[in-house]
């Protein structure tokens, strides 16, 4: 149902996890979602363990620089835009206030990427594809199936996301929450929501599709993670915000998909 060879640009289409112990990451994951891992070698060191199931590459994880510990970055899910033109798409998010923390980069022949903050901090990857197209299966139990913007200020974030990207907003009918669905074209590809409380920074998170919301929070309970919030009922389904072992934030969903 799922299958993907080429995400439109506009499209999150890949997640990878930043963890001070991918060993440990790699066995919660693994057992909640059924993946199996390929670590590859990084140039300069350190390892990139991409996360497959049933052969189609779902998300990958690697470990957390010291540095970043150091100066207080938690462990975290960096969740992923194609775009068609890396360099124009890096520069039109300086323009519109946004910051390039990384410069277009080569990930050997797999693609090119760049780290960018938006104006209200939070931090998003373009990716160029070139030999890896990013999820090669989403929407479908143990595969992506959204991603979530958490901000103070949603319009400045509509704005600036809708200018980079081409994205237009739905705002959902809900009094608990200022939530907007992010269409890509006419696909759904995210939401946005306003933060719950003042003072929380802007960040991304992934959503893994799951075939039984309930089982898959008590596994995730039971091996150490923490259930945030949830499960929700929206429209289309069930969901839980949960943290792993290592306290990066991920979301799993029951519910119905678009393709």
Same mark, same amino acid.
């Given at each position: 149902m799922g299958e993907r060879t080429q995400h439109q640009p506009g499209t999150m289409s890949w997640a990878d996890l930043t963890t001070p112990d991918p060993e440990a990451a790699k066995a919660f994951y693994g057992e909640l979602f059924g993946w199996a891992f390929d670590d590859m070698p990084v140039d300069g060191g350190g390892t990139y363990s991409m996360a497959s199931l049933d052969g189609a590459s779902v998300a990958a994880l690697a470990g957390q620089p010291e540095q970043d510990r150091s100066n207080g970055i938690p462990p975290h899910w960096n969740n992923y835009v194609t775009v068609d033109d890396l360099e124009a798409s890096s520069a039109r998010a300086a323009e519109l206030g946004g910051t390039v923390v990384l410069p277009p980069f080569d990930v050997m022949t797999a693609?090119?990427?760049?780290?960018? *903050?938006?104006?209200?901090? +939070?931090?998003?990857?373009?990716?160029?594809?070139?030999?890896?197209?990013?999820?090669?299966?989403?929407?479908?139990?143990?595969?992506?199936?959204?991603?979530?913007?958490?901000?103070?200020?949603?319009?400045?974030? *509509?704005?600036?996301?809708?200018?980079? !990207?081409?994205?237009?907003? #739905?705002?959902?009918?809900?009094?608990?929450?200022?939530?907007?669905?992010?269409?890509?074209?006419?696909?759904?590809? +995210? $939401?946005?929501?306003?933060?719950?409380?003042? +003072?929380?920074?802007?960040?991304?998170?992934?959503?893994?599709?799951?075939?039984?919301?309930?089982?898959?929070?008590?596994?995730?309970?039971?091996?150490? $993670?923490?259930?945030?919030?949830?499960?929700?009922?929206?429209?289309? $389904?069930?969901?839980?915000?949960?943290?792993?072992? *290592?306290?990066?934030? !991920?979301?799993?969903?029951?519910?119905?998909? #678009?393709?």
């Open positions: 693609g090119r990427m760049t780290v960018i *903050q938006d104006p209200s901090g +939070g931090h998003l990857a373009l990716w160029e594809p070139r030999d890896h197209i990013g999820a090669t299966r989403v929407n479908e139990p143990g595969c992506l199936t959204w991603n979530d913007f958490v901000t103070q200020d949603p319009a400045a974030a *509509q704005e600036f996301f809708g200018s980079l !990207f081409g994205w237009t907003y #739905e705002r959902m009918p809900t009094d608990e929450v200022e939530y907007y669905v992010c269409r890509n074209g006419e696909r759904g590809n +995210g $939401g946005l929501m306003k933060a719950r409380e003042e +003072g929380i920074p802007s960040f991304w998170y992934p959503y893994f599709a799951v075939e039984d919301v309930d089982a898959t929070k008590a596994k995730i309970e039971s091996a150490g $993670g923490r259930v945030m919030a949830g499960p929700t009922e929206v429209p289309t $389904g069930r969901f839980v915000v949960a943290t792993d072992p *290592q306290g990066a934030f !991920f979301a799993i969903y029951e519910g119905d998909f #678009e393709d």
